[in-house]
C-alpha cells in the first residue's frame, strides 16, 4: 500500500483518538458527563415497606429504568446475603422487603428470577429464618438451594491469591446478576459489603479463603462479574459482625446504595455508613490496585435522593 | 370374620404402618420440620410404664397406652402390625429363609416374661435399661442412624425429586459408631435364621407386656371341630408357633392376629370373632414353664446389674462427651434417657451422635455432641422439642442462647495464628454469642523467618462461652481441630442462672 499524506493524516488522527479515549472517559468521570452515574444513593426518613419500595423505584430510575439492567426473557440471579440462621432483626442478613422489592421488579420486567446464596449455616435454616424464602414464594421467584455438584471452575484472570475458583453454574448461565448485600462489620475484613458478598457464589473450603482473606475476595470479584450491586444500609451491624452482637450494636443507617463497580459502593459505604476511610480496609486497596476501581469516593459520579 | 383376604390385608396395614414410621423419620430429619410431633417413642417400654412419671406429662404415654388397652380387646395384633421392628423381621424372612422349629419340649419361650420382669426389677434401683431392648428403639436407631443415612447417600438426588428442599438438607451425613448400631439391629435380625419370629417369641419384652394384656383379650381364634381334619397346615404356616399341634387350641397370647392361618386352612374350619375368653379357651397361661429357679436367676441377675451401675455402668466423667442443650444432670440423664436416637435425627447439624462405651457402658447410644461433624446450631432447640422422656429438656430460644455445654480451648501448638503468626479468624468470625466469646487481640511479633509481622490471636473467655463448637466445627486446620470444645468448668445449677 501507497502511503499517501491524507492516508498517513487519518491513521495519525484515528490512532491518536484511540489512545486518548481512555482519558477521555476519565475526563467525562470526572466531570461527570457520563450518561449514566456510577453511584445512586437513596435515603429515607423512616423504614415501612411502603418506603423501601419507593426507594428501589427511586433508584431504578435514576440508574437510568430497569431496563438497562433486565430485559424480557432474561435470567436473573438475585445474591442476598443470608449465610447466617439469623432472624432479619439482627442485620446478619439482607433485609427481605427490600429483595422483595427487587424481586417484584425484575419480574415484572418480564425477568425470570432466582434468589440464591450458599450460607454459613444448614441452608434450609438460613433461607426460612432470613425471610427471604417466604418472600420469594410470595412475590412468585424461585429461591434456590445449591446444589454442591453444580460448581463449575472458572479461570481468575490476573488472580492475586488463586488461579481457579469454582463458581455455581447458575451464576455463570444468568444474563444478569444483582448483588444485593447487607452493610456489616466483620471480623475477619473489617468490613462486609458488595464484594465480600461474592464468596456466596463460590464453592470450596471457606475456611481456607480466610487465610489471605483480602487477597482472595479480589480474586472472587475478578472471576464473577456483577451487572448491579443493590447494597442494603437499612439497618447496620457497627460492632461484633457477621454473626453475632446485640441491637446496641445496630445503627439504622436507613440507606441503599445503587451501583454496577463493586469497589465504588464499597468504597462509598464504607466511608458514609461506617465512617472508615476505604484506603484503610485491606481488599479495597488491592482492588484499586488491581485496576478494579479506586478508593477515592470523590471520583465517582453520585446521586443522592431522599425519598 | 373367615375371608382369606385378611392375611393381605394385614400384610398391606403392617407395610402403611412401616411407612408411616419411616415417612416420620424422614419429615423429622428435615431442619425446618415441627419437632414437637415425634411420636413413635411413645409405643415404647418406657413410655407404657412409667413415661408419665418421669416426663411429668401425658403426651407421649396417649398413643402407646391406647394401643395397649387395645390389646384386651383385639389382642397382641400390636406385633402383628404395628411393630416397626417385627415388619422388618417379617420383610427379612425372604433373606434370611428361617427353617427351624422350637423343640417340643423346651419352652424357650418363656424367657421374655423374665426380660421384662428383669427390667422392672431393674428399674426399682434406678436403672431404665429397658432402651437397649425395648423393639421400638431398637428399630428406631437402626432406621435413624444406621439405614437412613446410607438410603440418603445414595438417594439424594430421587428423595430431592419427591421432596422439596431435600438438596440443602447436611447431606451425605453419618452418625459416629453406627456400626455399633448395626451390629445389635443385625443380630435381632439373624436370630430369626433359628426359627421365624425368633426374637418376638423368645425375647422381645414388649410383646410379653402385650402378652400378657392379650391373655384375656375378646378377639380369638376359633376353629370349627366338625371342619377340621388335623391337617397341620396352619401348625406348619404359624410365624409364632401360637397353634397346638392338632391345629385346634390356640396359645392365645402368642396369637398377633396376622391371619396366615385362615389363608392356609383349605377346609373352611378357621374363623376370628369376638368371644369370651372363658368360651374360647387359650392352652397356655403366659406363665407356662417359669419355674422357682428362674425367677431367682432373674432375681439375682438383676441385683448384680442394679449394683454394677456403681462401677462398670457407673456415669463416665469423659470431658470430652458433651450431651445436648438443656441435658440433665449426667447420672439423671443417662437414667432418664430411652436411647431412641431422635434427637440425632432431628438435630439440624449432623452434631449429635450416638455413644457407645465411651460415656461407660451405661450411657451407650446415648446422645453426644461432636463438634469437629456437627455444631450446636445457636437458634434451634429441636433436640429439647423431641426428646419423650424430658432427658433433654425442652427449652425457649432465649434460655438454650445462655445454655452451657461445653468450654472452648485453643491448642496453641496447632493454631494458626498462634504457631506459625498465619492470619485466621474463622473462629472469632463464627462465634455466635452477642458479645463474641472468641475476641482477638493483635500483637507484633517475629515470624519463623525473623520477619516483624502483626497477627490476630484468637483468645477464649471462658465466661461467656457456651461451647456449641462451631469453632471446631470451622475450625480450618485440617484434622484435628486447632480449638476443642470440652465440657464445662460451670455448675449445672450455674447454668439454669
Known sequence: MKISRRNFIVTLFSSVGVLCSNYLTGIKKAFGVGKYSDLVVIKTQELTQKSIYTMVEQGFKELGGIERFVKKGMKVVIKPNMGFNSTPERAH??????????ATMCKKAGASVAIMDRPVHNARLCYRSSGIEEVAKKVGVDCVYMDRDKFKPVKVPGGLN?????????????????NMPIAKHHSAADLTLAMKNLMG??????????????????????????HLIILDGLRILTKHGPSSGSPADIKETKTVIFGTNPVAVDAYAAKHLFGIEPSSIGYLNLAAQSGLGTTNVGAYSTIIRTV | MKSKHWSIYRSIGQLLLWFVFVASIIYLHDPVSDAGIGFYPSLSIHS?????????TVKYAVLGLGLFSLTFLLGRFFCGWVCPLGATIDASDALIQPKGKIKAKTNITRIKFLVLLSSVLIAFFGFTGSGYIDPITIAYRAYELFLYPF???????????????????????????????AVVFLVVLGLSSFFRRFWCRVLCPLGAMYAVASHVSLFRRVVDRDK????????????MGAIAPEGVGTIEHECIKCFDCLKNCNYDA??????RPSKVKSIEHPGKGITRRDLLIVAGSSAMVAASKVSLFAASHDSSIIRPPGALRESQFLDACIRCGQCMNVCPTNALHPCFAEAGFYGMFT??????????????????????TGAIQELSLSTKQKFVIGTAYILHDICLPWSEQINCIVCEEVCPVANKAITLEKKVVKNTKGIQVEVLLPVVHEDRCIGCGICENRCPVSGQAAIVVRKPKLKLEERYG
Do not use: M
Open chain 1, 93 to 102: 442478613t439482607t433485609n427481605p422487603i427490600l429483595v422483595k422489592a427487587v
Open chain 1, 162 to 178: 488463586l488461579d481457579t475458583l469454582d463458581v455455581y453454574e447458575d451464576i455463570l448461565e444468568a444474563d444478569c446478576i444483582i
Open chain 1, 201 to 226: 457464589v463460590i464453592g470450596g473450603n471457606r475456611g481456607y479463603y480466610h487465610i489471605n482473606l483480602h487477597r482472595n475476595i479480589v480474586d472472587f470479584n475478578k472471576a464473577v462479574k456483577v
Open chain 2, 48 to 56: 407404657i410404664t412409667i413415661g408419665y412419671i418421669t416426663t411429668h
Open chain 2, 151 to 181: 438410603v440418603s447417600f445414595i438417594g439424594s438426588k430421587p428423595l430431592s425429586w419427591i421432596l422439596p428442599g431435600y438438596e440443602a438438607r447436611d447431606y451425605p451425613f453419618y452418625y459416629y459408631n453406627w456400626a455399633w448400631v
Open chain 2, 228 to 239: 377340621c381334619i388335623h391337617c397341620g397346615a396352619c401348625v406348619k404356616g404359624c410365624r
Open chain 2, 270 to 275: 378357621v374363623s376370628f370373632t369376638f368371644t
Open chain 2, 367 to 388: 446422645p453426644r455432641l461432636i463438634p469437629r461433624i456437627g455444631y450446636c446450631d445457636f437458634t434451634c432447640t429441636r433436640c429439647g422439642q423431641v426428646c419423650p
